[in-house]
T-cell receptor
Framework: KAGVTQTPRYLIKTRGQQVTLSCSPISGHRSVSWYQQTPGQGLQFLFEYFSETQRNKGNFPGRFSGRQFSNSRSEMNVSTLELGDSALYLC???????????FGQGTRLTVV | EDQVTQSPEALRLQEGESSSLNCSYTVSGLRGLFWYRQDPGKGPEFLFTLYSAGEEKEKERLKATLTKKESFLHITAPKPEDSATYLCAVLINNDMRFGAGTRLTVKP
């Protein structure tokens, strides 16, 4: 059974640009969550989608957005990138909401 | 404010030296507590879910327990391959809140 796939693995962007990250969940999983991980703040919840609906959103500015498609694949977008957005962005999928999550390898975003 | 605190921040053990990691929480309405293991450069790997005080789960050298205020991850006779960062996460309403993690190093 294939795991959670995130693309791309690495990205370098310039301040002010925007970026889109992609996540393909485990087959059959309908819940996808996104997290930001940095050395200083640890793992922080961004948002969660279930059946194409955003169920919950963390405490991040509106520059961070996401969506989920009918096949459960998800994308997150960050607009007007700032240096502080440099982080490992992790996607996790679950069969149901609020159950154990299975994480992808992450996308390492560097903003210069 | 709801908080999840893990201790110690870092732990160094000799191979075979058993120990415990702690995850304490000050939340109302706990709906579940999760343990994950994270290796450098990788996403967290699910280990256990605990839902109610008194519950215990085991997997190989790891055993997780839960009380009303904290959870312990006991590591029995660890091996170097157990070296990783161990994260606990608490489900609060519909939010998954992670602790900062315990970085475990097991020396041969």
């Amino acid at each position: 059974k294939a795991g959670v796939t995130q693309t791309p693995r690495y990205l370098i962007k310039t301040r002010g640009q925007q970026v889109t990250l992609s996540c393909s969940p485990i087959s059959g999983h309908r819940s996808v969550s996104w997290y930001q991980q940095t050395p200083g703040q640890g793992l922080q919840f961004l948002f969660e989608y279930f059946s194409e609906t955003q169920r919950n959103k963390g405490n991040f500015p509106g520059r961070f957005s996401g969506r989920q498609f009918s096949n459960s694949r998800s994308e997150m977008n960050v607009s007007t990138l700032e240096l502080g957005d440099s982080a490992l962005y992790l996607c996790a999928s679950s069969f149901q909401v609020n159950t154990e999550a299975f994480f992808g390898q992450g996308t390492r975003l560097t903003v210069v | 404010e709801d908080q999840v605190t893990q201790s110690p921040e870092a732990l160094r053990l000799q191979e075979g030296e058993s120990s415990s990691l702690n995850c304490s929480y000050t939340v109302s309405g706990l709906r579940g507590l999760f343990w994950y293991r994270q290796d450098p450069g990788k996403g967290p790997e699910f280990l256990f879910t605990l839902y109610s005080a008194g519950e215990e789960k085991e997997k190989e050298r790891l055993k997780a327990t839960l009380t009303k205020k904290e959870s312990f991850l006991h590591i029995t006779a660890p091996k170097p391959e157990d070296s990783a960062t161990y994260l606990c996460a608490v489900l609060i309403n519909n939010d998954m809140r992670f602790g900062a993690g315990t970085r475990l190093t097991v020396k041969p």
